[in-house]
């Protein structure tokens, strides 16, 4: 068994090295229902990962990488639905 703080240094290191791109797209295409999305889907951490944990640590190393992914995603689709906002509003009062 490793230490705890460590499983948990590890997941938010492998959470932030995943990319999150798509996320802002979702948010500019999809505007609210991508926001709707994005809080209603809970991301998963990968078994090669969680391979290399056992017991308490491997549930801390999940919880850890789950969050940290999430609060991304969450975030780079905030990131996106404000500009696609922005871009519609001017768009409808161009009249295009």
């Given at each position: 068994?490793?230490?705890?703080?460590?499983?948990?240094?590890?997941?938010?290191?492998?959470?932030?090295?995943?990319?999150?791109?798509?996320?802002?797209?979702?948010?500019?295409?999809?505007?609210?229902?991508?926001?709707?999305?994005?809080?209603?889907?809970?991301?998963?951490?990968?078994?090669?990962?969680?391979?290399?944990?056992?017991g308490?640590?491997?549930y801390?190393?999940e919880?850890?990488?789950?969050?940290?992914?999430?609060?991304?995603?969450?975030?780079?689709?905030?990131?996106?639905?404000?500009?696609?906002?922005?871009?519609?509003?001017?768009?409808?009062?161009?009249?295009?």
């Open positions: 068994m490793t230490n705890n703080n460590s499983a948990v240094l590890h997941a938010e290191s492998e959470a932030t090295s995943y990319s999150v791109a798509a996320w802002f797209f979702i948010g500019f295409l999809l505007g609210v229902f991508g926001l709707l999305i994005v809080y209603l889907r809970s991301p998963k951490a990968p078994a090669t990962l969680l391979a290399n944990y056992a308490d640590d491997r801390l190393f919880k850890a990488y789950i969050e940290t992914l999430k609060a991304r995603q969450v975030k780079t689709t905030w990131i996106g639905c404000i500009p696609g906002f922005i871009v519609s509003i001017i768009l409808l009062s161009s009249g295009v």
